[in-house]
């Protein structure tokens, strides 16, 4: 038997995109973070408050990899636990070590895994959660984001974060509260 975990909003991205990080910067969570991969071995799930009295529950998942519905890396079992979610957060490494985890490309790994999970998650709502802006030059930020942007013609919601110095995080968690606010009457 599985509980499901009842969380309001998932994580998802690459592995070292910096799921890990940002729930414990915005929730008492206090998974490991590393820089190598599969870091996370299972979901953890944190609260997240917003103000003095509202607040929301985030669940962090191990990354996900090309070819991971074939069973690459942890695979994409995972996903499961965000499918009662109302919204995901799609991380993303805004200035990776490796080629291949660039951007444009990470994100259309993460999706092509997604649509093979489920049509069905593949189509929920989802923001791009662009991490690790502390990397960038400051002068360079806003120009590189909206290469990515312009990059992916992603047409929905957009957040610059860093994680790790929690730049951004909380004006993240605050359009998510106001997201689930306006959704709230879909699940009750
Ligand atoms: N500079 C910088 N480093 C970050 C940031 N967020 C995460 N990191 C680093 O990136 C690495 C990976 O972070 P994690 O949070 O473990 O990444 P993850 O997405 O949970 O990775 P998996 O659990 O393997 O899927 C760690 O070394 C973090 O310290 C950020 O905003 N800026
Ligand atoms: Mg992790």
């Known amino acids: 038997m599985e509980l499901k975990l009842l969380a309001d909003v998932g994580l998802l991205g690459l592995p070292n995109a910096g799921k890990s990080t940002l729930i414990s910067a915005v929730s008492s969570a206090r998974p490991k973070v590393a820089d190598y991969p599969f870091t996370t071995l ?36 995972f996903l499961r636990h965000l499918a009662r979610t109302s919204l995901l957060l799609h991380v993303v490494d805004v200035a990776p070590m490796a080629e291949e985890n660039e951007p444009v490309r990470a994100v259309r790994t993460i999706e092509g895994e997604l649509e093979q999970y489920s049509e069905e998650l593949a189509n929920y709502p989802r923001w791009l959660v662009l991490n690790k802006i502390d990397v960038l030059p400051a002068e360079e930020r806003a120009a590189r984001c909206q290469e990515i942007v312009d990059a992916l013609g992603w047409t929905g919601r957009v957040f610059q974060i860093s994680a790790a110095t929690g730049a951004g995080t909380q004006d993240l968690c605050f359009h998510i509260m106001q997201y689930l606010d306006e959704h709230a009457d879909k699940s009750n």
């Open 42 to 77: 299972y979901p953890n799930l944190g609260v997240v408050s917003v103000g003095v009295t509202q607040s929301f529950v985030m669940a962090d998942i191990p990354g996900l990899i090309e070819g991971a519905a074939e069973g690459a890396g942890l695979g994409i079992q």
